[in-house]
């Protein structure tokens, strides 16, 4: 696979679809920039519907997009068919042609490259190597598993060589376990063949195990694009912080500062939080805690009331009542800890490096 | 917000693929061609036919009350031929979904839903003039009645919906399949009793599919043209009247405007159909059935309607078996025995039989492929592909679907016989076998696209989308992954279209010439003539060919298709 690798720039670019109820316009993308260097390994996330998959599908020429222009290494592409684009797609449903056995899938698109027939037939092993298929040429692809079709789409992407790799969400047809293993299989085989590859799913796990960088999508926007720690430790609005894990969102007034940390006014108590500079004393801030990094303890922060307190085996799920505001928390190897029941009053404390504020 | 760049990408996407382009434009120029201009110079015909511009020819046919007589029988007929068979169809459709059966009533079914697809749309008429007619072997020779006559308004009732009430089962079969038995079965739960259980829940739910039984059976009834021809007697339906209008009275105007108004009636049937029930009978029943459903073992319930079926059944078989049976006696209705052969030897030694046989064989064999080739392309258009002359493309081949062959004859007479426009050109094609090969594949198009559309829609996306992306093109894709895929509609498509067009008489029996002798306006002239033996020796050697070539199709897509080795999981 000797190459030059290619990355993928978006320049503005806008898809616009119609309602079909309402008949009226509305962006399914909208003038969304992106860059995604050569080589790398990056998943589009979001919601159904926030467009991550019109996106991708504009990248390998099914969608045509309504505004800007996109290009692969320096290459504009807009007006190429998706069969002339070096771009090679994994489906969510496979998309294995039916009427053809495990070789012939894989072959097909070297056989429409004209690629001689023994070159074909080494190609072909060596990938089904790689993707640990040898030996199943001759099986139909009704006769595998959904984790085995799955690899047999990634070979036939794989084979013809593309610039850039694209996965329309390969994994959510599998079951949870096989979900886990095949992305690992995934990003070892994107790594040792060292493509470009852009992912769409709606799955974070996924997202984080797999990316070099993850891209938020939101209504058709991107949200945040980062790698997998900037996004969960520093999202820049409470979607991103809500999407990815879970996360509990406290409002305080700004009362003063100490040192590098800003003093803010949560339910009637006082709290510390990394300052950020453009803060200032009077403003209302929303401090972002992932359930992960706080704690119960008898006094020493801010007063709540337990309302659910449950046994979950490597944590204890804590939801507890400060103030108003629900604040959902996981104590994580609970065995030799007290645990506080349901009605107990208690103080919710975390490490003011811990959360984020918005 | 403009969508112009998208749209323009689309478009030189689009033309970037010379294969499809070509195919489109053809496509295009076929349907405007033998569809939209034959009806369009109906049109004009009946409007400026006589020289000036306006009503004066509908006012003249609708001031003859032959004509005004025959819209009211027309619609008379095709009401209660829709009524009837879609109860009859319900019926049957009830009792193989609902009720245990044992294998023999079972059969009974499957042939009474077989028998109107292989046999000529007319046999039945000649079974009926031949069983219950002033020398039928029933009335005559069973009950000696001697003066019973079959023809007129009662039998064209009854041989349309002995023809026509198999389609209304296998349609009405196909919804209550799709009901889930859960509704039903909770219904039960809280305290229905059976008829209640049908009468609030199973009918409800079926209604928009019942109407729509209906309108397809009453579209079919209009449009028919041999039944009412063989045994309408004095007893005239649209069809017929247009008919003698340009075979009898030469006026081709006049003919023009009465089809015209024919058209008219159907098409507005068909909208109604298409665009209003259709989405009603798809909006009510959609889910699968969760699971099997509990067959009624009751035998008050079981036993009554079995028979019924069973009887209903056996005699709509007799009826067809008559067919044969009455082309080995020696003399209809004088002498019945010793059975001979004597009338299948007369029709290849008198009757240029191997000439008939041939030119109707020959003919359909050439128009068949291009149909089943055709609607698949169509149906692969449609479905999978976006550029903006699909809806056109789309609505057309299904516009057809609602012309009656009648009209479409008359439309073919008016538009080729003196060329395109009355201008000479393409005028060599009027009178060949060409426009007769024309004829039977725009006569075949709609069922065949109808059936293609349906077997790609199943077929999922992204299966193209991944040989697309992969580097084939169009023409590729088509080749090696639509095709293959759909490759049992398409057979039966080929097939389909070929019993279609060998037993087709409307249109055609209005453009043949005499050059060509087909089958099937051999058996209507014969059976004209009073002549039934012959006709019937006519009718069953037709059904043995079309038998034959659905034994032959189930052959190869039992050992060539490759739905089955997909479908196995």
């Not at chain 1, 852009?198 to 799955?203: G, M």
């Not at chain 2, 009554?304 to 003399?331: D, E, H, K």
Request: with cysteine; hydrophobic share 45%.
């Amino acid at each position: 696979m000797e190459k030059v690798k290619k990355g993928v720039r978006l320049e503005h670019i806008s898809k616009i679809y119609q309602d079909p109820k309402t008949g009226k316009d509305f962006y399914a993308v909208k003038d969304t920039s992106l860059t995604i260097e050569p080589g790398s390994f990056v998943t589009l996330l979001g919601p159904s519907g926030c467009g991550k998959t019109t996106t991708l599908r504009m990248i390998a020429g099914f969608e045509s997009p309504d505004e800007g222009e996109i290009y692969l290494g320096d290459e504009p592409i807009n007006e190429l068919t998706p069969n002339k684009r070096d771009t090679a797609m994994v489906f969510q449903s496979y998309a294995l042609l039916p009427h053809y056995n495990v070789f012939d899938n894989v072959a097909y698109g070297l056989k429409l490259r004209k690629v001689p027939k023994d070159e074909i037939r080494e190609r072909v092993t060596r990938i089904l190597e790689l993707v640990e298929l040898s030996g199943m040429e001759a099986r139909m692809t009704n006769q595998l598993s959904g984790g085995q079709q799955q690899r047999v789409a990634l070979a036939r992407a794989l084979v013809i060589e593309p610039s850039v790799l694209l996965f329309d969400e390969p994994l959510s047809n599998l079951d949870a376990k096989l979900r886990v293993s095949m992305r690992t299989e995934i990003r070892r085989i994107q790594q040792e063949v060292g493509i470009t590859a852009i992912y769409v799913t709606h799955d974070q796990s996924e997202a984080m195990a797999l990316s070099d960088n993850i891209i938020i999508m939101s209504q058709g926007v991107v949200a945040q694009m980062g790698t997998p720690q900037e996004i969960y430790y520093h999202p820049v609005n409470e979607f991103v912080a809500d999407f990815i894990g879970e996360a509990n969102f406290l409002r305080g007034r700004m009362t003063g500062s100490e040192g590098r940390f800003a003093v803010l006014n949560v339910e009637g108590s006082e709290v510390c939080v990394p300052a950020r500079e453009d803060m200032a004393v009077g403003g209302e801030y929303t401090v972002v805690l992932r359930p992960e990094a706080a704690s119960l303890a008898d006094e020493g922060g801010l007063p709540c009331k337990v309302v659910l307190s449950c046994f979950m085996g490597s944590y204890q799920n804590y939801h507890v009542m400060v103030g108003d505001t629900l604040v959902k928390l996981e104590e994580h190897n609970p065995k030799n800890k007290r645990i506080y029941q349901v009605g107990e009053t208690c103080s919710l404390v975390f490490e003011p490096d811990s959360v984020h504020v918005l | 917000m403009a969508r112009g760049q998208g749209a323009a990408l689309d478009r030189k996407k689009l033309l970037a693929d010379p294969i499809m382009v070509t195919t489109i434009v053809v496509l295009i120029t076929f349907l405007t061609l033998f569809i939209l201009y034959p009806l369009a110079i109906l049109l004009v015909d009946s409007f400026v036919g006589d020289g000036s511009f306006g009503f004066s020819i509908f006012k003249r046919i609708f001031a003859m009350p032959s004509f005004t007589t025959a819209i009211t029988n027309t619609l008379k007929i095709g009401f209660v031929v829709g009524i009837l068979s879609s109860l009859i169809g319900l019926l049957f459709a009830y009792v193989e979904v609902y009720v245990r059966m044992n294998k023999f009533v079972g059969g009974l079914f499957k042939v009474v839903s077989m028998l109107p697809v292989v046999s000529p749309p007319f046999v039945l008429s000649l079974s009926m003039i031949m069983l219950f007619g002033k020398a039928g072997l029933i009335t005559r020779f069973l009950l000696g009645i001697y003066d019973n006559s079959v023809y007129g308004y009662w039998g064209i009732v009854i041989v349309q919906t002995l023809t026509f009430f198999p389609v209304c089962y296998m349609m009405l079969k196909g919804l209550l399949k799709n009901i889930d038995p859960s509704l039903e079965e909770a219904a039960r739960d809280m305290g229905a009793s059976r008829w209640k259980v049908f009468a609030d829940v199973t009918l409800p739910l079926l209604l928009p599919g019942l109407g729509n039984a209906f309108l397809v059976t009453f579209i079919e009834s209009i449009a028919d043209f041999a039944n009412p021809m063989i045994i309408g007697g004095s007893y005239d339906t649209l069809a017929t009247t247009i008919y003698l209008q340009i075979t009898g009275a030469y006026d081709k105007a006049g003919a023009a405007a009465m089809a015209v108004v024919l058209l008219c009636i159907t098409l507005l049937m068909f909208a109604v159909q298409k665009y209003y029930l259709e989405a009603k009978t798809a909006a009510t029943l959609t889910g699968k059935a969760s699971r099997a459903r509990m067959l009624i073992e009751d035998r008050s319930v079981k036993i009554p309607l079995t028979i019924l079926c069973s009887l209903g059944a056996l005699f709509v078989i007799m009826m067809y078996i008559c067919v044969p049976v009455g082309a080995c006696f020696p003399t209809w209705g004088y002498k019945f025995f010793p059975l001979t052969g004597k009338w299948f030897t007369q029709v290849f030694t008198k009757y240029h039989g191997l000439k008939a046989f041939k030119d109707s064989f020959v003919l359909s064999l050439i128009a068949a492929p291009i149909t089943a080739l055709l609607s698949m392309i169509i149906s692969y258009l449609v479905v999978k592909r976006k550029f903006r002359a699909k809806g056109f493309i789309e609505a057309v081949s299904m516009l057809a679907m609602a012309v009656p062959g009648t009209v479409l004859g008359v439309g073919y007479i008016r538009g080729f016989s003196g060329g395109l426009f009355h201008t000479g050109f393409l005028q060599g094609i009027y009178g060949t076998g060409l426009i007769l090969i024309i004829v039977f594949v725009v006569r075949s198009l709609p069922t065949g696209t109808r059936s293609g559309i349906s077997a790609l829609r199943q077929i999922d996306k992204s299966i193209e989308e991944s040989a697309y992306d992969m580097g084939a093109d169009s023409f590729k894709v088509f080749m090696t992954v639509t095709l293959p895929l759909i490759k049992d509609s398409f057979l039966s498509g080929l097939v389909t279209a070929f019993v279609r067009s060998i037993t087709a008489i409307s249109a055609i029996i209005l453009l043949v010439t005499p050059s060509y002798l087909l089958i099937t306006v051999q058996i209507n002239e014969f059976a004209e003539k009073g002549s039934f033996s012959l006709a019937c020796a006519f009718a069953t050697i037709l059904i043995l060919i079309t038998y034959g070539a659905v034994l032959l199709m189930n052959l190869f897509i039992k050992y060539f298709g490759t739905s089955r080795k997909i479908k196995e999981d």
